[in-house]
C-alpha cells in the first residue's frame, strides 16, 4: 500500500539558513504522525511545504499520489490545516465560519453537524470573539475538516489550553484518525507524543534524527545504556489536577 | 465555475451581515460621511442668497422708524443681529467679522420737520476697512430703498431706470459642487480606508493566510468584496443623497438607475486602490503611511472638499486624470445637470482605463500574509 503522505528529500533555504535539510519520510492513511523538535528545528517549514504555502526548493512531496508542487490546487482539496493560532473574523456567528470554509471548497455543508462533531451546537450563534482558546481550537479543526480532507495538519494544537481542554482535544484528534484521516502534528510536549502519536519524527537543525514509535524510541535510548534515577511513582502531579477537577470541559471552554 | 461564484456568494452574503453587526463599521461607512455632508452642506446652503449680517441700531422712536426697522428685519437680504444695540457692541463685532456693517437711524429720522410735509432723515452706514465691498453694497441698496420711499412723498420724473430679469434656467449651485464632492470623500472612505485598515489586520490574526490553504482564489476575494463594497457602498450613498434632498434641497435632475450604476463603477473603481494598498502592505505600519500618500493629494486635487475650477489651470490640467476626478464629475453631471451615459464618454473612459490599470496592479501585488 503507498503511503497518504510521501516526502522525499525535501529542502527549503532561507538566506544562509538551510531551514530544512533533505528530510524524507512517510505517513500511512490513518496514522498519527508527530513531528517533535526544539524552536527553529524546521517542523513548521516543513508542514507549510507539504501544505502548498511555501514554494519548495528541493525534493518532492505526495499527497495521495499527487505532486504538490504541481498540483497544489488539488493538493488544496486532499488537505485540512489547524493554524497555530486560529482566528476568525469577528462578528462571525460560528454556523457561518463553518459555512463560509466549506463555501470556500465550493460546498455547501450542514454547520450543525459540523459544530456537534466537536461539542460546539449550543455556541452555533455565538460570535467567534465570544469563544475561549480551547472552543477557537476545536472550531479551527471542524473548519479544516468540512470538506472531507485525507490529511490533516495540526500545528502545536494544544500550546496554551488548559489540562482539561488538552485532554478534549486529543479525543478529537483520536476521532479525526478513526475515520480514516492521516494526521500530522507538531508539538512540545512529550507526554501528548507519548499518548497521541502512532510514529514521531524528531527534527533538529533541519533535518530529522529519528523516526520510529515512541515505545521503540525510548527502547532504543534504553539500549543504549540510558538510566534515569528511578522514582516508582504512582501517579504524577497531572493526575492529581485531573483528579481533584475532573476531566469535564469547563464553562466558557 | 457555478461552484467558484457560490463561494463569492457566500463571502458576500455573510461579510455583508457582519458590516451591519459592526457598529464602528456602519458609523464609518454610513455616519461619518453624513457628518460631513451637514458641516459642508451647512456651511454652502443659502449661499445662493446673497445677504448682510448687520446690526440696527435705532435711536429714534417716529413711527416711520419703528417702520423701517420692521421692514429691514422681514428682508431676505440683510441679516438683523438683534443683539446688538449699541455702536461700540456693533464695532466690537465688526472687528471680529461677525457684522458686516451697521446701520443707524438718528434720533430725528423720520421725524416730520418744520414746514415739511412728510417725514426726512438721513440712515448711516458704519463700517470697517475690510468691509468697503459689503458697505458700499448695502450703501446702494438702502439708496434703492429710500428712492422708493422718497418717490411714494414727492413725485420724480424717472426718465432712465434698470429693470431686472430673473432667469428661469437653474445654475449650478455652490452646494451642487460640495455633494458630488462629498459623495467622492464618501467612496474613498469607504472603498480606501476600509481595505487599508481591514487587510493588514486580517494578516497579523493569520486570517488570510487559513482562507490560503483552502482552494479560494484571490479573485473570488477580490469580487467578493467589490460586490459586498457596492451593496454597502449604494446604500451609503443613497442616504446621503435622501439627506441632501430633503435638507439641502438637492434637486437631482438626472436618471436615478444611470446614478446607482455610474456609483457603482466608481466605487469598484477606488475599492481597487483600496485592494491593492491593503492588498500589498505586510502590517499596518506599511499601509498607513502609503495610504496617506495616494489618499491626501487625489481627495484634495479632485475637487473632494472645494471645486476643481478654483485652481490654477496648469493644476486643473493634471487633477484632471487622477481617479476620483471623473468620479465626481459624473456624478455631477448625471445627478445635477442630467447628462446621460452617452454625454460623460470621456470620464467613463478615464474610469475604465484607471480600473484595468488599479485592478492590474492589485492582482500582482497580493499577498495573503
Known amino acids: 500500500m503507498t503511503a497518504m503522505v510521501e516526502v522525499k528529500n525535501l529542502k527549503k533555504r532561507y538566506g544562509d539558513k538551510q531551514a530544512v535539510d533533505g528530510i524524507s519520510f512517510s505517513v500511512k492513511k490513518g496514522e498519527i504522525f508527530g513531528i517533535l523538535g526544539p524552536n527553529g528545528a524546521g517542523k513548521t517549514t516543513t508542514l507549510e511545504m507539504i501544505e502548498t504555502l511555501r514554494p519548495i526548493d528541493d525534493g518532492e512531496v505526495y499527497i495521495d499520489g499527487i505532486n504538490v508542487a504541481d498540483n497544489p490546487n488539488q493538493v488544496k482539496y486532499l488537505i485540512g490545516v489547524q493554524p497555530q493560532a486560529p482566528a476568525f473574523q469577528d462578528k462571525t456567528k460560528l454556523i457561518e465560519v463553518v459555512e463560509m470554509f466549506a463555501a470556500a471548497y465550493g460546498e455547501k455543508v450542514d454547520p450543525m453537524a459540523f459544530l456537534r462533531d466537536v461539542d460546539l451546537e449550543e455556541k452555533a450563534n455565538s460570535y467567534v470573539e465570544d469563544l475561549s482558546g480551547g472552543q477557537k481550537q476545536r472550531l479551527s479543526i471542524t473548519t479544516a475538516l468540512v470538506h472531507g480532507p485525507k490529511v490533516f495538519f495540526l500545528d502545536e494544537p494544544t500550546t496554551g489550553l488548559d489540562p482539561q481542554a488538552r485532554r478534549h482535544l486529543w479525543e478529537l484528534i483520536e476521532k479525526v484518525r478513526s475515520k480514516g484521516i492521516s494526521v500530522i502534528m507538531t508539538t512540545h510536549y512529550m507526554d501528548e507524543a507519548e499518548v497521541l502519536c502512532d510514529r514521531i519524527a524528531?527534527?533538529?537543525?533541519?533535518?530529522?534524527?529519528?523516526?520510529?514509535?515512541?515505545?521503540?524510541?525510548?527502547?532504543?535510548?534504553?539500549?543504549?545504556?540510558?538510566?534515569?534515577?528511578?522514582?516508582?511513582?504512582?501517579?504524577?502531579?497531572?493526575?492529581?489536577?485531573?483528579?481533584?477537577?475532573?476531566?469535564?470541559?469547563?464553562?466558557g471552554q | 465555475m457555478k461552484k467558484s461564484l457560490f463561494t463569492v456568494g457566500v463571502?458576500?452574503?455573510?461579510?455583508?451581515?457582519?458590516?451591519?453587526?459592526?457598529?464602528?463599521?456602519?458609523?464609518?461607512?454610513?455616519?461619518?460621511?453624513?457628518?460631513?455632508?451637514?458641516?459642508?452642506?451647512?456651511?454652502?446652503?443659502?449661499?445662493?442668497?446673497?445677504?448682510?449680517?448687520?446690526?440696527?441700531?435705532?435711536?429714534?422712536?417716529?413711527?416711520?422708524?419703528?417702520?423701517?426697522?420692521?421692514?429691514?428685519?422681514?428682508?431676505?437680504?440683510?441679516?438683523?443681529?438683534?443683539?446688538?444695540?449699541?455702536?461700540?457692541?456693533?464695532?466690537?463685532?465688526?472687528?471680529?467679522?461677525?457684522?458686516?456693517?451697521?446701520?443707524?437711524?438718528?434720533?430725528?429720522?423720520?421725524?416730520?420737520?418744520?414746514?415739511?410735509?412728510?417725514?426726512?432723515?438721513?440712515?448711516?452706514?458704519?463700517f470697517t476697512q475690510n468691509n468697503q465691498q459689503s458697505g458700499q453694497a448695502l450703501g446702494s441698496i438702502l439708496d434703492a430703498q429710500f428712492k422708493g420711499i422718497n418717490a411714494k412723498f414727492v413725485k420724480n420724473e424717472t426718465p432712465f431706470t434698470v429693470a431686472s430679469q430673473q432667469l428661469n434656467e437653474r445654475s449650478l449651485s455652490a452646494f451642487d459642487y460640495t455633494f458630488a464632492g462629498l459623495l467622492g470623500f464618501a467612496i474613498i472612505g469607504m472603498g480606501i480606508f476600509g481595505p487599508v485598515n481591514v487587510f493588514p489586520e486580517l494578516k497579523k490574526m493569520g486570517i488570510l493566510r487559513r482562507l490560503s490553504t483552502t482552494p479560494l482564489k484571490v479573485w473570488q476575494y477580490f469580487l467578493s468584496t467589490m460586490i459586498g463594497q457596492a451593496i454597502i457602498g449604494l446604500m451609503s450613498l443613497a442616504i446621503m443623497f435622501a439627506v441632501a434632498i430633503a435638507v439641502f434641497h438637492l434637486q437631482v435632475v438626472g436618471n436615478y438607475f444611470e446614478l446607482a450604476v455610474f456609483l457603482v463603477l466608481g466605487i469598484i473603481t477606488i475599492l481597487g486602490i483600496g485592494l491593492a494598498l491593503g492588498g500589498w502592505a505586510k502590517n499596518e505600519r506599511q499601509a498607513a503611511p502609503l495610504s496617506n500618500i495616494v489618499v491626501f493629494p487625489m481627495m484634495f486635487l479632485s475637487g473632494t472638499f472645494f471645486p476643481r475650477f478654483l485652481m490654477p489651470e496648469w493644476l486643473q490640467n493634471v487633477s484632471a486624470f487622477l481617479p476620483l476626478t471623473p468620479i465626481i464629475d459624473g456624478i455631477r453631471l448625471i445627478a445635477t445637470e442630467g447628462k446621460h451615459f452617452i454625454d460623460i464618454l470621456p470620464q467613463l473612459g478615464l474610469m475604465g482605463i484607471w480600473m484595468v490599470v488599479i485592478y492590474f496592479i492589485a492582482f500582482r501585488v497580493f499577498r495573503w500574509e
Open chain 2, 11 to 126: 463571502f458576500v452574503k455573510i461579510n455583508t451581515r457582519r458590516f451591519f453587526r459592526d457598529k464602528l463599521a456602519l458609523f464609518f461607512g454610513v455616519g461619518f460621511p453624513l457628518i460631513f455632508l451637514f458641516v459642508f452642506g451647512g456651511l454652502n446652503s443659502g449661499s445662493s442668497d446673497v445677504s448682510f449680517n448687520v446690526a440696527l441700531i435705532n435711536e429714534s422712536t417716529t413711527p416711520f422708524s419703528k417702520e423701517f426697522v420692521k421692514q429691514t428685519e422681514d428682508s431676505k437680504i440683510f441679516k438683523v443681529n438683534k443683539d446688538v444695540t449699541t455702536l461700540d457692541q456693533a464695532k466690537d463685532r465688526m472687528t471680529r467679522s461677525e457684522l458686516d456693517a451697521a446701520i443707524i437711524l438718528p434720533k430725528d429720522f423720520g421725524s416730520v420737520k418744520q414746514d415739511a410735509k412728510f417725514p426726512s432723515g438721513e440712515a448711516k452706514i458704519v
Open chain 1, 202 to 251: 524528531v527534527m533538529d537543525n533541519g533535518k530529522i534524527v529519528a523516526t520510529d514509535t515512541p515505545k521503540n524510541l525510548i527502547k532504543q535510548l534504553l539500549k543504549r545504556g540510558f538510566k534515569k534515577e528511578q522514582h516508582v511513582e504512582q501517579a504524577n502531579l497531572e493526575d492529581v489536577f485531573i483528579d481533584l477537577t475532573g476531566k469535564e470541559l469547563r464553562n
